[in-house]
């Protein structure tokens, strides 16, 4: 990414910021709406490249927030495991300089990702199969990480249907995305994607995304967490429709 402007940075710190309210909020959503937003600005994976150091600090701060994290470590590290992994095979393709056919991608893992949330009903897992299940979800969610950059399809409605609690959930998420955020950086960086441009724009961008997720949390207290849910999903549908039907407009 050479051609940084003025405008270009006003831009990605107020994308930033909106991602980071919108964790703020729900908990998750920092990569899923930086990836969106800034994929319509610049490449998928320049957009990937600035997610790092915001997605790592802030998944770090909300896996860290609770009592769990050796007891959820333990249970889930099969599909950590996997999930690190099938992201670096993943990242191959984002590296790879396929801007067109990432675009796409990235639009269809959000559709399915906001469709699935809006209209799905909430799955169970039953005990006796999620020693198997665990690694195949963690491989497919870090094979869509690492070719898209948005951490959530499958393993955030994977893990909402193991019937954790709400705080050991929340940490299963941050978990989940530190993992993917980590794997990512490394399959980035030993492919040499990464700019001494882009890691000053990631590490500037940590400023907004705080403030966005202050935000967002005294924003939680303000608003129905079910309406600002259903506005974001809907927003992401569009946006991947958009990125979605790019290459043909």
């Known amino acids: 990414m050479t051609d940084i402007s003025v405008p270009l940075i006003l831009a990605i710190g107020a994308t930033f910021f909106a991602a980071g309210a919108v964790k703020g909020v729900t908990g998750m959503g920092l990569p899923t709406v930086a990836m969106g ?18 997605s790592f600090v802030t998944n770090v701060w909300q896996l860290l927030g609770g009592p769990s994290f050796w007891s959820i470590a333990f249970r889930l590290w099969p599909m950590m495991l996997a999930n690190f992994v099938g992201t670096m095979l993943g990242a191959g393709w984002l590296a790879g300089g396929d801007t067109g056919t990432a675009t796409v991608v990235l639009g269809v893992a959000l559709m399915i990702y906001a469709g699935y949330t809006l209209l799905a009903r909430q799955l169970s897992v039953p005990a006796k199969i999620e020693p198997m299940l665990s690694p195949m979800v963690g491989a497919v969610t870090g094979i869509i990480s690492g070719a898209t950059g948005v951490f959530v399809i499958p393993a955030v409605p994977y893990l909402q249907a193991l019937g954790l609690s709400r705080n050991d959930l929340v940490q299963a998420l941050g978990l989940s995305f530190t993992v993917s955020t980590v794997a990512l950086a490394v399959a980035l960086g030993s492919r ?10 990631s590490l500037l961008a940590l400023g907004p995304a705080w403030l966005g997720m202050w935000a967002g949390q005294k924003l939680r207290n303000r608003i129905s967490p079910t309406t600002f849910k259903r506005v974001f999903l809907l927003f992401l549908l569009l946006l991947g429709a958009e990125m979605v039907l790019r290459p043909v407009t």
């Open 37 to 54: 937003i800034l994929g319509a600005l610049i490449s998928p994976l320049a957009a990937a490249s600035l997610l790092i150091l915001p």
């Open 192 to 201: 040499g994607a990464f700019a001494l441009d882009t890691l000053g724009l």
